[in-house]
């Protein structure tokens, strides 16, 4: 930290020495589901040692919101032209810990306006804000990245393997990591898998992974469709929280230049995703729909296999990634789940031999 600051991170809490004053954290694209999320850990868990903010764009905070988190500070800040930035900095300071979580990530809508896609997804604006910032160390910029930026021709990715992506949303992110790397000092890039968990304490109106997976078998409708042949490694949203709080108390060793898989410790595909609900929650297995990607057109290429391999993730910073079967469990808080004893998916490895293994999966 800054003037020979001493920071830890104890019981899920960061450590300061008494009487230093409060620095920001700051997560952009704070009122999505992933921002949510975060706002409520830091803000529960540092908020005697951090001022925690969040930027929105066009949905200002609700009542409820402020209500059960009325210390968090939220402001309107347009991404694309870095306008309302230099109101944090008046109000609040300089921000030791910046959380870029803003983005355009709907991949089809990406194909519709490359041009937004690429000035909403490169943080031009933020790190140009940073840097502007007379500090003797840059502050952390955590930039939320993806796997879409992998081909998808092969399984179990790693951090040094080339970038190819398939799509516009790929591309975007592809610019992005390569725009923090040339332009900024201290950062730690996630390329995020699909992110899954319960809804954050003020609940998102957008249907989420899990639950339309659970509505779908539930309902037993068979309005759903599973597919097969594309595989990821879906991340519980309280393992991503936690890899940032840990990446916050890292930083206070010094800058950093991390580039992270963030994906959880299961290969699955659509199917293998229902599957698991389906066992966890009871429903019928005959209620999964499988279909393949060759029989679905949904207006945008999509990489195949976008496993990756999280050996550097688990390493780096020691945490323990939950099963996709807990994470199912957690989510909806069922203590009457009763969890497979053995779930028929390929759990992630690091062995040069599956690493390698494509299984025989044809590209669309």
């Given at each position: 930290?800054?003037?020979?600051?001493k920071?830890?991170?104890?019981?899920?809490?960061?450590?300061?020495?008494?009487?230093?004053?409060?620095e920001?954290?700051l997560?952009?694209?704070?009122?999505g589901?992933?921002?949510?999320h975060?706002?409520e850990?830091?803000?529960?868990?540092?908020?005697?040692?951090?001022?925690?903010?969040?930027?929105?764009?066009?949905?200002?905070?609700?009542?409820?919101?402020?209500?059960?988190?009325?210390?968090?500070h939220s402001?309107q800040?347009?991404?694309?032209?870095?306008?309302?930035?230099?109101?944090?900095?008046?109000?609040?300071?300089?921000?030791?810990?910046v959380?870029?979580?803003?983005?355009?990530?709907?991949?089809?809508?990406?194909?519709?306006?490359p041009?937004?896609?690429?000035?909403?997804?490169i943080?031009?604006s933020?790190?140009?804000?940073?840097?502007?910032?007379?500090m003797?160390?840059?502050?952390?910029l955590?930039?939320?990245?993806?796997?879409?930026?992998?081909?998808?021709?092969?399984?179990?990715?790693?951090?040094?393997?080339?970038?190819?992506?398939?799509?516009?949303?790929?591309?975007?992110k592809?610019?992005s990591?390569?725009?923090?790397?040339?332009?900024y000092?201290?950062?730690?890039i996630?390329?995020?898998?699909?992110?899954y968990?319960?809804?954050?304490?003020?609940?998102?109106?957008?249907?989420?992974?899990?639950?339309?997976?659970?509505?779908?078998?539930?309902?037993?409708?068979g309005?759903?469709?599973?597919?097969?042949?594309?595989f990821?490694?879906?991340?519980?949203?309280?393992?991503?929280?936690?890899?940032?709080?840990?990446?916050?108390?890292?930083?206070?060793?010094?800058?950093?230049?991390l580039?992270?898989?963030?994906g959880?410790?299961?290969?699955?595909?659509?199917?293998?995703?229902?599957?698991?609900v389906?066992?966890?929650?009871?429903?019928?297995?005959?209620?999964?729909?499988?279909?393949?990607?060759?029989?679905?057109?949904?207006?945008?290429?999509?990489?195949?296999?976008?496993?990756?391999?999280?050996?550097?993730?688990?390493?780096?910073?020691?945490?323990?990634?939950?099963?996709?079967?807990?994470?199912?469990?957690?989510?909806?808080?069922d203590?009457?789940?009763v969890?497979?004893?053995?779930?028929?998916?390929?759990?992630?490895?690091?062995?040069?031999?599956?690493?390698?293994?494509?299984?025989?999966?044809?590209?669309?």
């Amino acid at each position: 930290m800054e003037n020979g600051t001493k920071v830890g991170f104890q019981n899920g809490k960061i450590t300061m020495p008494n009487g230093t004053k409060k620095e920001v954290i700051l997560v952009t694209g704070g009122s999505g589901y992933l921002g949510l999320h975060l706002i409520e850990a830091l803000a529960k868990g540092f908020s005697s040692q951090y001022d925690v903010a969040y930027t929105y764009q066009s949905h200002p905070p609700s009542p409820e919101l402020h209500q059960k988190l009325p210390n968090v500070h939220s402001f309107q800040v347009d991404l694309r032209t870095g306008r309302g930035l230099d109101i944090i900095s008046s109000t609040l300071g300089h921000p030791r810990v910046v959380v870029n979580c803003g983005a355009l990530s709907v991949p089809r809508m990406c194909e519709q306006d490359p041009e937004a896609a690429m000035a909403i997804n490169i943080p031009r604006s933020v790190v140009e804000w940073l840097l502007s910032q007379d500090m003797s160390i840059p502050p952390l910029l955590i930039h939320l990245s993806s796997d879409q930026v992998y081909e998808g021709d092969k399984s179990f990715y790693k951090e040094e393997d080339e970038t190819k992506p398939v799509n516009v949303y790929g591309k975007s992110k592809v610019a992005s990591e390569n725009y923090v790397k040339s332009n900024y000092s201290n950062y730690a890039i996630l390329r995020s898998s699909i992110i899954y968990g319960p809804q954050p304490v003020v609940p998102v109106p957008k249907s989420l992974p899990l639950q339309w997976i659970d509505r779908v078998l539930s309902t037993g409708d068979g309005e759903g469709e599973f597919l097969v042949n594309e595989f990821r490694c879906p991340i519980f949203v309280t393992d991503v929280v936690r890899v940032v709080e840990l990446l916050i108390a890292k930083h206070a060793e010094g800058g950093m230049k991390l580039v992270l898989n963030l994906g959880g410790p299961d290969r699955l595909s659509r199917s293998d995703m229902a599957d698991i609900v389906a066992q966890v929650r009871g429903y019928k297995m005959e209620l999964v729909n499988r279909v393949s990607t060759l029989s679905m057109d949904r207006g945008v290429v999509s990489p195949v296999d976008t496993s990756m391999d999280v050996t550097k993730l688990v390493a780096v910073l020691g945490i323990t990634l939950t099963d996709f079967a807990t994470g199912i469990a957690l989510t909806f808080n069922d203590k009457t789940s009763v969890l497979p004893k053995k779930i028929e998916t390929t759990q992630l490895t690091t062995t040069t031999d599956k690493n390698n293994n494509n299984n025989n999966i044809t590209n669309s």
